[in-house]
């Protein structure tokens, strides 16, 4: 006869295991479309739009970073009102309207046009991802927190590994519809979202209460765990939103996400760029599909490289150095990619920095949640991804400045790496700073 904390065990390992099977893939499939639509200009712009809508390497990078803008007024906004209304509704929102934006694209004329819809963009896209990582937080107890953020966290890199090829294919399908190949790409990465966006309503629940496929010991055991680590996170820090936006710690991780963003977007924007220029550069010869298969390659040993290091730091607990050292790498591995004298071994220096990056951010993102709670946490997270992703825009804005005025892209490669140095730097500092919370005997 099974003991009491022998059944409380195969309690929660049976319910940990039905939220990892219900709901992490479909998050990550929601996750797999934001980051394809939000990149898709990567890909379509050393692929014809550059050419035929006149675009300079700088107005390439405004127009993908001015998606951020959009994005960054109305994160927190967007993040508590997800709160508030629950995530089912809004990330279904969220999805269906950044769908119709990312449509409109396939008709986009100027670089006005262009400028226009990326800010339209990044405002129908306000919240999802803080919103996503939110939502699995308040399922899940933050021993566990780690492994689910990973699983989450592995369609960010399968997202360029199998859409690289699939925007080389549907550009591939030039003159089809009367449409530029570009332009097909982008109505074909859009529909999903609207699909996606519109099945979620139905899928997602808003609690453990509402999932019908939890027995009642499993919903009892995960409302108990949620409900004494809120507890435990209330009486040692607060709840109120306030003290999370004027907390040294939220922004603390704010500055270091935001080097690991910069580093993150200035790869997936220029990095097909990059790869086009191995024709002049290396005397080389890709066709579209070539491209994007290369444009892939780092991203898979990226994704084995992230499951295999957010391991580890499941079993250990996050520490300092599961985030220090892969921004360390990616700092020294970045600019001397561009150095290298033969395009193998310039994928093989990106793919280290693909490696790196991923690697750590899904243990950043097991962080915040151990001192953050409630609408707090709401108002954290999203600060903290907010001021993140202003490298969103400066990122491709700044390469592409800085590339049009050298000639190259050494020195925006050089201040990539400045950027991921200063958020090693500072995650070595945060050990001491932020402390699991300690949960009581019961839980």
């Known amino acids: 006869m099974a003991t009491a904390s022998q059944e409380i065990s195969q309690t929660e390992k049976s319910a940990i295991s039905k939220v990892a099977k219900r709901l992490v893939p479909f998050i990550a499939l929601m996750f797999f479309i934001n980051f ?11 692929n014809g739009m550059t050419t035929d809508l006149a675009l300079t390497a700088a107005q390439f990078g405004f127009a993908a970073g001015i998606f951020f803008f959009g994005y960054i007024i109305l994160e927190v906004p ?18 269906v309207t ?22 339209l963009l990044g405002v129908a896209e306000a919240g999802f991802f803080p919103g996503a990582i939110l939502f699995l937080s308040m399922w899940v107890p933050s ?30 399908m030039h003159g089809a519809f009367g449409l530029e190949g570009w332009r097909i790409m982008f109505f074909g990465v859009a529909v999903p979202a609207i699909i996606v966006g519109i099945v ?18 499993e919903k009892d055991w995960l409302n108990g765990a949620l409900a004494q680590e809120e507890k435990v996170k209330q009486n040692a820090h607060g709840r109120m939103t306030g003290l999370a936006l004027t907390d040294g710690r939220v922004w603390l991780l704010s500055v270091i996400y935001f080097g690991l963003v910069y580093g993150l977007y200035a790869l997936a924007f220029f990095l097909p760029t990059i790869i086009a220029g191995f024709e002049t550069k290396f005397a080389t010869k890709f066709d579209v599909f070539d491209k994007g298969l290369v444009t892939a390659i780092p991203y898979l040993p990226a994704a084995v490289a992230l499951y295999f290091w957010s391991r580890d730091a499941a079993k250990r607990g996050v520490r300092a150095w599961h985030i220090g050292i892969p921004a360390l790498v990616g700092a020294a591995s970045i600019p001397a990619a561009l150095y290298m004298n033969s395009p193998e071994a310039t994928i093989l220096m990106i793919t280290i920095t693909a490696c790196a990056i991923f690697s750590a951010l899904p243990n950043f993102w097991a962080i915040p949640s151990r001192f953050l709670s409630g609408p707090a946490a709401a108002a954290g997270i999203a600060l903290i991804n907010t001021i993140g992703n202003v490298a969103g825009f400066a990122a491709p804005y700044i390469t592409g400045r800085v ?6 892209y050494e020195l925006p490669m050089f201040i990539v790496g400045a950027f991921l140095l200063l958020s090693a730097i500072l995650a070595f500092s945060i050990t001491n700073r932020v402390r699991e919370p300690v949960p009581s005997p019961a839980e």
């Not at 590339?403 to 190259?408: E, F, N, P, S």
Request: net charge positive; no cysteine.
């Open 98 to 119: 950044w769908g119709i934006v990312a449509l409109l694209f396939t008709w986009v004329s100027s670089a006005t046009e262009l400028y226009i819809l990326r800010f």
């Open 200 to 217: 979620t309503w139905y899928y997602l629940p808003d609690t453990p209460n509402d999932a019908k496929w939890l027995t009642k010991d």
């Open 78 to 95: 967007s993040n508590l009102a997800l709160h508030k209304y629950g995530a089912r509704r809004w990330l279904a929102r969220i999805m």
């Open 143 to 172: 021993r566990h927190r780690n492994k689910i953020l990973a699983l989450f966290y592995l369609a960010q890199p399968l997202t360029i590994v199998v859409g690289a090829p699939l925007a080389a294919l549907l550009i591939d």
């Open 36 to 46: 394809l639509d939000r990149t898709a200009i990567s890909f379509a712009g050393p």
């Open 403 to 408: 590339k049009d005025a050298t000639g190259v």
